[in-house]
């Protein structure tokens, strides 16, 4: 079949309507159910934002007290997940252990699976609930350490650095990590949430579209990108060497990890109060090696945009961030699934209530039909 016009890897395609958030390319700017995310993250906790997705507002005080009670009481995970995350090799990449948790876990639901907006909801908070625990788990098991349980006197944030490392930093360290939360929490009809509304659009359950949304984050385009910049700095080695290496890598048609955006072309929204954030860390820091780092990042972004008027994307400053609270590199996506979770199950949810199988054209471009020859003998 062949159809009039070509829109490849759907760019510029409007493929429904949403109620969740709002990406707005004129004026950078983005809102979660109308509030601007700069306010939520300056003003509320990831775990108001994740009310605030799921259920299109901003829970009250008796809400939000019962909310948090729900969350820190799903937390501890079975013996079969400790056990399954225990026999993974341990060169398995954290984002390829979320995904096999994700799917145990979906295996192992007792729930009946009716898929109403209250069972999906409970599967959701079990979720936000226990990723965390296997992230952690798996950052200290490619240690060589033992899991710390979750405490459930500690919030969202809190939990997961004590977790990670058995210890809870400076307010502004974890403040800064769940400014990072909020951000990464959802942006619409983004590759990994659209795939997750692709699965629900089969009807099919709600660990299955998350499983493969984690598939898609992986990717170094999309959620891949903080790990890579990672890597990218430590390629670049010095600040010195920023712009040589830029225009080597510009010339040999390589794409510069935590540049550019498909809906952004004049800067991500969530980019400044990040890169806030970030800078806040580096002056706490006060360590040669993270202000060299700093350099290196803010020479090479200098560089991006002179050589291509290319901006970076939230990817940028986050992966410096998470570097700079300790955490491995390849656990820095994984980190964004645990923040995106709220935004997946927000669509699918929204995707199974005005519910259309999601299923586009292609243009054939193959050999024109012909016959088959006689079989080979
Ligand atoms: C949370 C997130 O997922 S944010 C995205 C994270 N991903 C990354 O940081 C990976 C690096 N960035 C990219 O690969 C791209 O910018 C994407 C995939 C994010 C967006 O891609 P698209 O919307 O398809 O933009 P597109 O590829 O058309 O880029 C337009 C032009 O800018 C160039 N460009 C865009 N981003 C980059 C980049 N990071 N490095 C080098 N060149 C780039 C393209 O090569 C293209 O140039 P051309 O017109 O000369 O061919
Ligand atoms: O919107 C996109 O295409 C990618 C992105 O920034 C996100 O998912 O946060």
Not at 105 to 118: I, K, R, V, Y
Not at 145 to 170: I, K, W
Request: proline residues 7%; hydrophobic residues 45%.
């Amino acid at each position: 079949m062949t159809t009039s016009a070509i829109h490849r890897g759907l760019a510029g395609v409007v493929v429904d309507t949403t109620e969740i958030s709002t990406v707005i390319e004129e004026t950078n700017s983005l809102t979660y159910r109308g509030y601007p995310v700069q306010d939520l993250a300056a003003r509320r906790s990831f775990e108001e934002v994740a009310y605030l997705l799921w259920h299109g507002e901003l829970p009250d005080a008796d809400r939000l007290r019962e909310f948090r009670a729900r969350e820190r009481a799903l937390r501890p995970l079975d013996r079969s997940l400790s056990e399954l995350l225990a026999r993974l090799p341990a060169t398995c990449h954290p984002m390829d252990v979320l995904r096999t948790a994700v799917s145990l876990l979906g295996a192992e639901d007792p729930a009946e699976d009716d898929g109403s907006p209250a069972a999906n909801r409970a599967k959701s908070l079990a979720l936000l609930a226990r990723l965390p625990v296997v992230v952690a788990a798996d950052h200290r098991r490619r240690r060589g350490l033992d899991p710390v349980r979750p405490d459930p006197e500690l919030g969202y944030a809190e939990n997961f650095f004590h977790m990670c490392f058995g210890t809870v930093p400076a307010p502004e360290v974890v403040r800064c990590f769940e400014v990072s939360l909020i951000l990464y929490a959802e942006h619409s009809f983004n590759a990994s949430t659209f795939t997750a509304r692709v699965v629900t659009s089969t009807l099919s359950d709600l660990y299955s579209a998350v499983t493969a949304a984690i598939g898609a984050l992986k990717g170094p385009l999309h959620g891949g990108a903080n790990e890579a910049v990672m890597h990218m700095l430590e390629e670049i080695g010095s600040p010195e060497r920023a712009e040589t290496w830029l225009d080597e890598a510009l010339a040999a048609k390589r794409k510069i990890m935590g540049f550019g955006h498909r809906v952004y072309k004049h800067g991500d929204s969530r980019v400044p109060l990040m890169q806030e954030a970030t800078d806040r860390l580096v002056a706490r820091a006060a360590d040669p090696e993270a202000t060299r780092l700093a350099t290196l990042h803010a020479a090479l972004r200098q560089a991006m945009l002179s050589r291509k008027g290319i901006h970076p994307n939230l990817d940028y400053p986050a992966g410096l961030a998470y570097h700079l609270m300790g955490f491995d590199t390849p656990a820095f996506t994984p980190l964004f699934v645990m923040s995106r979770i709220t935004g997946w199950t927000a669509h699918i949810t929204e995707q199974l209530a005005h519910n259309a199988l999601i299923r586009p054209l292609a243009s054939y471009a193959g050999p024109a039909q012909r016959p088959v020859p006689a079989a080979v003998r």
